[in-house]
């Protein structure tokens, strides 16, 4: 088998940039470990509608609710609301994801890439250092498939960087390990995802209550994994939910249990191989959404993967013309974003009330970082030193 472009993984990443890459009249293969596209879902749902502005998916089916914005908890639940638009990567629509990443990998097919369920990447094939495709297993048996670039759009777990030579590690710092129910039988604001936040509820992370219509809602944590003990995010989400009147008497239909990371993005090129999505760690290290990042990383990826197939040329060089685009946009707000993890991870949970109560009347339409700062330290003067880092960061 050859082919110019083989993608490892059919998530959001791997579809957005075998679609642009194939647009451009590259010849790509996705090859994908799962049975079926997008099963089991491993995914809060919760995206920014912005992904409307990409065309990407069509139809009604993938989305589940639109959302007008989101709540924010502090841990004595003073609520702070916010429009969609400023909430954040997370909150727009809560999807139904094994559908939407369908509806994905769809575009890239229907753009002339070709897909293999249940295959599974083992390692790269090389010659004298150059890598020239994915060694792949399929129903037993082994094949090589030769390609000029390979893209490893495998997720959290990605193997494919580390097969390169790409340092992957994530410290338990940046690991955030989540665990959610999706519950019937619950109550909620309509319209309106739910963030808690709170040193005792969700240790260096937060509990989300996303709806996903009538009395059905998918309700998770995430907790960072330095912070947390193995299993403790199970137990602190059936705690939270036992005290809450609206979630109480949920009956779940689902449950999952993952992880995100809330890093920096890694070096994503080296010569014939680029990475994308979790892979690259491109996800909001404040809320761990990297729904949205891989849509936005994917189609750069993608256009430079077709540009770099017209022009023959396979080097970093070319490559890492995606990562210098994304440096300017993307990465920007993660790297500000990263500034704020690090500075909310030193708040207790006194402080996260201060600032809640400073924000519950803050007209949120007049939003910049220094009148929001002016909003926070008028009411609560101690909270000044608190968030110097947020001012150098903006
Ligand atoms: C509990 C939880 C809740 C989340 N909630 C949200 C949310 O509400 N909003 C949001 O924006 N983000 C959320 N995220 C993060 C989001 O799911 C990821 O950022 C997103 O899925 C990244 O897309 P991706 O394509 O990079 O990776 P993935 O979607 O993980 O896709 C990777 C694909 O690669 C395949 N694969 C892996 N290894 C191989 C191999 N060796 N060979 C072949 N195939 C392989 C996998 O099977 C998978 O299909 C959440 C994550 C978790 C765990």
Redesign the pocket.
């Known amino acids: 088998m050859r082919y110019d472009v083989v993608v490892?993984?059919?998530?959001?990443?791997?579809?957005?940039t075998a679609r642009f890459a194939a647009e451009r009249g590259a010849k790509v293969l996705i090859?994908?470990?799962?049975s079926e596209?997008?099963v089991p879902v491993?995914?809060?749902?919760?995206?920014?509608k912005k992904v409307d502005s990409y065309n990407l998916v069509e139809g009604t089916k993938w989305k589940a609710a639109s959302m007008a914005g989101a709540r924010i908890f502090s841990p004595d639940r003073t609520m702070v609301r916010l429009s969609a638009e400023l909430a954040g990567?997370?909150t727009g629509y809560?999807?139904n994801?094994e559908f939407f990443?369908k509806e994905l990998a769809r575009g890239a097919l229907k753009a002339g890439a070709k897909l293999l369920v249940n295959?599974?990447?083992?390692g790269l094939i090389t010659d004298g250092g150059r890598i020239k495709g994915v060694r792949?297993k399929r129903f037993g048996e082994e094949f090589d498939v030769e390609a000029d670039i390979v893209v490893g759009?495998?997720?959290?777990?990605?193997?494919?960087g580390k097969w390169a030579g790409i340092n992957t590690t994530l410290k338990p710092h940046d690991l955030?390990t989540?665990?959610?129910y999706t519950l019937s039988n619950v109550d909620f604001e309509e319209g309106y995802s739910d963030f808690y936040l709170g040193k005792q509820i969700a240790p260096g992370g937060y509990v989300?209550v996303?709806p996903k219509g009538k009395d059905v809602a998918?309700v998770?944590i995430?907790v960072l994994a330095s912070l947390s003990k193995p299993g403790e995010a199970k137990r602190l989400l059936d705690e939270f939910i036992a005290s809450h009147p609206d979630l109480k008497d949920g009956e779940p239909l689902r449950f999952?249990?993952?992880?995100?990371?809330v890093a920096k993005p890694i070096e994503a090129t080296r010569d014939n191989l680029v990475l994308?999505?979790?892979?690259?760690r491109?996800?909001?290290p404040i809320?761990?959404?990297?729904?949205?990042?891989?849509i936005e990383a994917?189609k750069v990826a993608g256009e430079t993967i077709g540009k770099a197939v017209e022009l023959q040329r396979f080097d970093k060089e070319l490559l890492s013309e995606y990562e210098e685009r994304l440096r300017q946009t993307l990465y920007r707000k993660f790297e500000r974003n990263y500034v704020v993890k690090e500075t909310m991870l030193g708040f207790d949970d006194k402080t996260l009330n201060m600032l809640a109560d400073s924000l519950k009347d803050y007209n949120f339409e007049e939003l910049s970082t220094l009148s929001l700062i002016k909003a926070l330290v008028s009411k609560h003067p101690s909270l000044l030193p608190k968030l110097k880092p947020l001012l150098k960061a903006r």
């Open positions: 490892v993984g059919s998530g959001p990443a791997g579809s957005v090859v994908e470990r799962r596209v997008g491993l995914c809060a749902e919760g995206i920014s990567a997370e809560v999807l994801r990443d295959t599974l990447a083992t792949i759009a495998d997720g959290v777990e990605s193997r494919v955030e989540c665990a959610q989300w996303f998918n998770g995430g999952l249990a993952g992880a995100v990371p994308v999505g979790d892979a690259a491109q996800v909001d809320t761990g959404g990297g729904l949205m990042a891989s994917g």
